[in-house]
């Protein structure tokens, strides 16, 4: 779970580059490479491979990696603010954005989110990132707990 948090965050390490000067649009820009699939995959890879040698589930290891990394792109893509995300880069500098971006754009920094704005995108994200995600959380607990009571009650037969 760490390192799904590591990759999941991580894509935000290039608001640094506002600070030291980096363009926006370039691709060490915010959201450039950083946030793109095929750096997503990269990380995701270079983790299973180093820290998952032996588990018998690397592919899963990976997926879950793959689709934390992937997800922060995305969900930048479905903000109503910026220039667009890099998702493809460095195979193609270009920026898009869903067609469908319900999201507020957040400020860059924690002391943006402390008022009226800050409230009003943290309510915005309710549905669009906190449900799905806890629907997901739930229905990866009903699946593992239906796999271990199968394998507990295949025992006893």
Known sequence: MLFGVLCTVLPDIDAIG???GVPYGSPWGHRGLTHSIPLAAALAGVITAVAFRGAPSRATVFLFLL???AS???LDAMTDGGRGVALFAPLDEGRYFLPWRPI???PIGVHGFFGRRG???LQSEIPWIWLPCLALAVIGWAVRSSRSETKEGSSWK
Request: aromatic fraction near 14%; charge should be neutral; charged fraction near 0%.
């Open 18 to 20: 506002f600070w030291l």
């Open 67 to 69: 689709l934390c990394g």
């Open 72 to 74: 922060h792109g995305l």
């Open 104 to 106: 507020p754009v957040s």
């Open 119 to 121: 409230l009003t995108i």
